[in-house]
């Protein structure tokens, strides 16, 4: 039989084959994280006609005569360039900005993924869409990695202690009155403070100008509970610009209702200032708290899951790790967009994203499809005609051989 013919045959079958694949590539056009595969060719063993010969003497040597038996695939190649990534607004929807590979676990074997759409079951696992397990570590009450990788669990109904009133800092101005011997300024500011059960208590804080016109730049500051109570007072003096003297911090004694241990915090002034220009307007902050439920949570770019609680805390609560490849292209595809690691992709290097070469995380999106349309409609007619050309040589060799078989008429 005719060399010709087989080789057409091996033209067809392959340019089936990269037509099979382009088809698949313009299939996943939208599939979130998908990335496109390419085909390439190589030419079959050749059959050699005549050897090569060297130079001898007057005779110059003589090339190889070889004739081609077809072609043959070279490689399906994945080709992880990025997608572009889509905006989504979903919190547990996730792109990785860079390389790198989302890491899932149904418990004794991993897959690694680029589409990050992932969700929270009732257990508080974040899952992607097939249920598998997103991983990484979690985080102690400093933030920092304990124990091996593991699925990511959000500690649903977690609540934070509550913390007593330690300091309370003022800021603001007291305005100086003109009249100040027969209409004193008094400024007051109304506070919370936390006890040792995660309760908030108002307490007044005035602030009392001296009706002394020769002492205009002091004032007496009293604490008076919500029963009308004065816990306690002091003096408060400024300078000729404005500037608090002396001392500035106070510390109070209080034993709040309701069974509450007794309360020690600090009263701090020192951001008070007496400025003619500015009218009088106090403000304040403590760094007591009430206890908190976490309610929400949010992932940044460093891909750590950050608890949201009722009292307006936050809390780190884990951390999501990110896969690197020495070679990604030698990752076998598992379907759902997923791959997983063979003896050509190299061992799996966990970072966290933005470290080691890792991307980072872009939450609330999605990396699209990296399929390029214009490129597979391109490819897909060229191999329509490789394929129809090598059904020629088919018809071709085959009216050849009608010729032969006529000749014995």
């Known amino acids: 039989m005719m060399r010709s013919m087989f080789a057409g045959v091996s033209g067809l079958r392959n340019h089936q ?38 130079p001898q003497n007057n005779r110059g040597g003589v090339n190889p005569q ?38 899932l676990s149904d418990g004794s074997q991993e897959y690694y ?29 400093n933030g920092q990695i304990i124990g091996e990788l593991t699925g990511i669990t959000l500690p649903i109904n977690s609540t934070i202690a509550p913390k007593n009133t330690g300091n309370v800092y003022f800021s603001g101005n007291l305005h100086p009155s ?18 040792s059960l995660g309760r908030t208590h108002l307490i007044e804080i005035t602030f009392t ?52 241990n007794t309360l020690n915090f600090n009263l701090d002034f020192s951001q008070l200032t007496q400025y003619v220009a500015v009218q009088s307007s106090v403000a304040y902050n403590q760094d007591g708290y009430e206890m908190g439920y976490m309610d929400s949570f949010k992932i940044d770019s460093a891909g750590k899951v950050i608890g949201i609680y009722s009292n307006g805390l936050t809390k780190e609560i884990a951390q999501i790790a990110v896969a690197n490849f020495p070679n990604p292209a030698g990752l076998e ?35 699209m499809s990296n399929v390029d349309l214009s490129q597979e409609f391109t490819d897909m007619i060229v191999t329509q005609r490789g394929f129809q050309a090598n059904s020629r040589i088919i018809t071709t060799s085959d009216e050849m051989l009608q010729e032969l078989v006529n000749l014995k008429r």
């Open 17 to 54: 084959t990269r037509m099979d694949v382009i088809g698949n590539n313009i299939a996943n056009v939208n599939t979130i994280g998908y990335k496109t595969s390419r085909v390439t060719f190589a030419d079959t063993l050749s059959q050699t006609i005549r050897g090569a010969t060297a």
């Open 66 to 103: 070889q004739v081609g038996l077809g072609v043959t695939l070279s490689s399906i190649d994945v080709i992880h360039t990025p997608g572009n990534p889509q905006s989504t607004g979903v919190n547990t929807d996730l792109a990785i900005q860079g390389n790198g590979f989302f890491v």
């Open 113 to 141: 993924t680029r589409a990050g759409n992932f969700s929270r079951d009732p257990s508080g696992r974040l899952v992607y869409s097939n249920g598998l397990q997103l991983q990484g570590w979690m985080l102690d009450d």
């Open 178 to 195: 003109a009249d100040n011997d027969t209409n004193p300024t008094v400024v007051s500011s109304n506070i919370e403070v936390v006890d």
């Open 209 to 260: 100008q001296s009706p002394d016109p020769l002492s205009p730049r002091e004032w007496t500051w009293g604490a008076i509970d919500s029963n009308g109570t004065t816990i306690d007072s002091g003096n408060l003096e400024f300078d000729a610009v404005g500037q608090i003297t002396g001392n500035s911090t106070f510390p109070i004694t209080w034993t709040p209702s309701g069974g509450a």
């Open 333 to 367: 595809k598992m379907g759902e967009t997923m791959f997983r690691k063979t003896s050509n992709s190299g061992t799996a290097q966990y970072n966290i994203p933005g470290v080691g070469g890792s991307g980072t995380i872009s939450p609330g999106s999605l990396e």
